[in-house]
T-cell receptor, first 113, second 113 residues
Framework: DTAVSQTPKYLVTQMGNDKSIKCEQN?????MYWYKQDSKKFLKIMFS???????INETVPNRFSPKSPDKAHLNLHINSLELGDSAVYFC????????????FGEGSRLTVL | GQQLNQSPQSMFIQEGEDVSMNCTSS?????WLWYKQDPGEGPVLLIA?????ELTSNGRLTAQFGITRKDSFLNISASIPSDVGIYFC?????????????FGGGTRLMVKP
C-alpha cells in the first residue's frame, strides 16, 4: 500500500491547457504539501494545507489552485499551462507539522509542449 | 529568502570509499534533515537532527547538526552501489506557521563498483 500516491505519474500536454494532479495519503497525517522540482533538481514548496486549511502559499502564480476535499487528499489544478510549468511536482505529508519529517509521493512529471 | 548552500554538487567515487557532504546557511535553523532521492522517486528521509551539536547515525550514515545552527554535514561510510542518488539537506525554523522547509541544491552521488 503506497503511503503517498500521486496520479498521473506522467503528463504531457500543450500550452494553454488546464490539467490536474491528484494526491492521496493513507498515513492519517493532517498536513500536506505540494513541491515543485525543476530541471536542476531544486525543490521548492508551493503550498501547505493543514486539515484542509491553506497554511502556506508561496509566490505561486494564481493559475495554480490547490484543493483539499478532505485531509487525506490534496489536488493541484493548473490553468493555462505555460512552458515554464514543466517540472516534477511532488506531494508530501507529515504527521507533525513542526518536525520537517515529510513523506513524499513518487512525483508527477509534467511536460508542457 | 533563506538559502542553503550544499556541497559538493556532485561526487563520483569508488565503491568502498567514505563520502562527506555539507550544507551551510546564512540563517539559523532549529531542525536539520537529510533526504535521499533515487531516480524517478520522491525524496526519502534519512536522518533528522533537532539539537545543536547533535550527532546521529542511521546504519552507515552519520549526520551532525552544527553547533552554530547554521550548518550540517552527512557522512556515508563504505559506500555501495545502491548509495547512488541525490542527497538533499533541508532546514526548518521554528518561527514559521507552516513547517516550511528550505532545501539545499542537492549532492548527486555516483558510485563506481
Amino acid at each position: 500500500d503506497t503511503a503517498v500516491s500521486q496520479t498521473p505519474k506522467y503528463l504531457v500536454t500543450q500550452m494553454g491547457n488546464d490539467k490536474s494532479i491528484k494526491c492521496e495519503q493513507n498515513l492519517g497525517h493532517d498536513t500536506m504539501y505540494w513541491y515543485k522540482q525543476d530541471s536542476k533538481k531544486f525543490l521548492k514548496i508551493m503550498f501547505s494545507y493543514n486539515n484542509k486549511e491553506l497554511i502556506i502559499n508561496e509566490t505561486v502564480p494564481n493559475r495554480f489552485s490547490p484543493k483539499s476535499p478532505d485531509k487525506a487528499h490534496l489536488n493541484l489544478h493548473i490553468n493555462s499551462l505555460e512552458l515554464g510549468d514543466s517540472a516534477v511536482y511532488f506531494c508530501a505529508s507529515t504527521r507533525q507539522a513542526n518536525t520537517g519529517e515529510l513523506f513524499f509521493g513518487e512525483g508527477s512529471r509534467l511536460t508542457v509542449l | 529568502g533563506q538559502q542553503l548552500n550544499q556541497s559538493p554538487q556532485s561526487m563520483f567515487i569508488q565503491e568502498g570509499e567514505d563520502v562527506s557532504m555539507n550544507c551551510t546557511s546564512s540563517s539559523i535553523f532549529n531542525t536539520w534533515l537529510w533526504y535521499k532521492q533515487d531516480p524517478g522517486e520522491g525524496p526519502v528521509l534519512l536522518i533528522a537532527l533537532y539539537k545543536a551539536g547533535e550527532l546521529t547515525s542511521n546504519g552507515r550514515l552519520t549526520a551532525q547538526f552544527g553547533i552554530t545552527r547554521k550548518d550540517s554535514f552527512l557522512n556515508i561510510s563504505a559506500s555501495i552501489p545502491s548509495d547512488v542518488g541525490i542527497y538533499f539537506c533541508a532546514g526548518r525554523m521554528n518561527n514559521n506557521a507552516g513547517n516550511m522547509l528550505t532545501f539545499g541544491g542537492g549532492t548527486r552521488l555516483m558510485v563506481k563498483p
